[in-house]
């Protein structure tokens, strides 16, 4: 990665995230309001990738510590791409999750994104099921699970 930092983001990085989700995810991305809210609960778990040239992805954490997390969303710019920021905000999201004991962490995804496929299979996601409207109608994705690493007595 040439240039970029993972933070956390600050509610000043909203709008920004915001047309990140509308490029990254067409007709399926959070609107604003529902990222403000997601902000509000879930914000200590909102990391982005940032630099000289402004944000170039971000990552959306779900948990709170019951046994099981949800990664409820990975973007990065499409010209900013394997550059090694999807790569930084999955490290950075998942150690989160293990230091704050938030279990096993979950996410969907299109069948067809290899990219991501290729980088969670990395990260040890494995395959649970495959939903065919698990988003609506002809929104087929895969459900994948990484467990929670072994925690010492």
């Not at 065919?132 to 994948?144: I, T, V």
Request: net charge neutral; hydrophobic share 40%; glycine share 12%.
């Amino acid at each position: 990665m040439r240039d970029g930092q993972v933070r956390q983001a600050v509610e000043g990085d909203l709008a920004a995230i915001a047309a990140l989700e509308a490029r990254a995810f067409p007709g399926l991305s959070y609107p604003y309001f529902a990222l403000r809210q997601l902000f509000d609960v879930h914000g200590h778990h909102m990391l982005v990738s940032a630099g000289t040239g402004g944000l170039y992805g971000y990552a959306l954490l779900a948990g709170d510590g019951s046994g099981r997390s949800w990664l409820l969303s990975l973007a990065v710019e499409r010209t900013h791409r394997q550059r090694g920021h999807g790569r930084s905000l999955l490290d950075a999201v998942l150690s989160r999750a293990d230091d704050r004991g938030l279990g096993a962490v979950w996410l969907s995804v299109a069948p067809d994104n290899h990219p991501a496929l290729r980088l969670y299979e990395a990260s040890g996601f494995c395959l649970v099921e495959r939903h065919s409207d698990y988003l609506g109608p002809s929104q087929e994705r895969l459900l994948m699970v990484r467990a929670a690493p072994l925690r010492s007595p």
